[in-house]
């Protein structure tokens, strides 16, 4: 569930990047935007507050990105943040069947490289390391 803090810090997090030269044609970064994925034939969407994928196929000429489904449109997403969530029971639990939660479908599904929910760091790489700020 959104607050009313995370569009500004998404929006400050897209600013860095775009100041600083960083977002390309051929990279997707947005916030609160659908990402896509299909379990035992069913879809399962979840929309991260901010996301970033390094690469990805251009959309078709006059059509705006609605959504994004990995490997099929591009690479895997690199970071995913869920800013100031909710608690672990609900928004991003590691619960492994469907609907499945945030961090288990960021982690397991998508295996996005480094995500972040509320203070709470982690990364798909073998040797994850948990940070609390």
Do not use: C
């Not at 390094?54 to 000429?61: I, K, N, R, W």
């Not at 994004?68 to 943040?81: L, R």
């Amino acid at each position: 569930m959104e607050n009313i803090d995370q569009p500004l810090l998404a929006a400050a997090l897209r600013e860095s990047l775009e100041l600083a030269g960083f977002i390309l044609a051929s990279r997707l970064i947005a916030a609160n935007f659908g990402m896509y994925a299909k379990v035992n034939d069913k879809k399962i969407v979840k929309a991260p507050n901010w996301v970033y994928v390094p690469s990805v196929l251009p959309a078709e000429s006059g059509e705006i990105r609605r959504s994004y489904t990995p490997n099929a449109e591009g690479k895997a997403p690199a970071v995913a943040i869920e800013l100031l969530s909710d608690y672990e029971e609900f928004e991003f639990s590691v619960k492994p069947t469907y609907s499945y939660g945030k961090w288990q479908f960021y982690e397991r599904m998508l295996q996005v490289l480094v995500g972040s929910i509320s203070v709470l760091l982690y990364s798909a790489v073998p040797d994850r390391v948990f940070i609390h700020n």
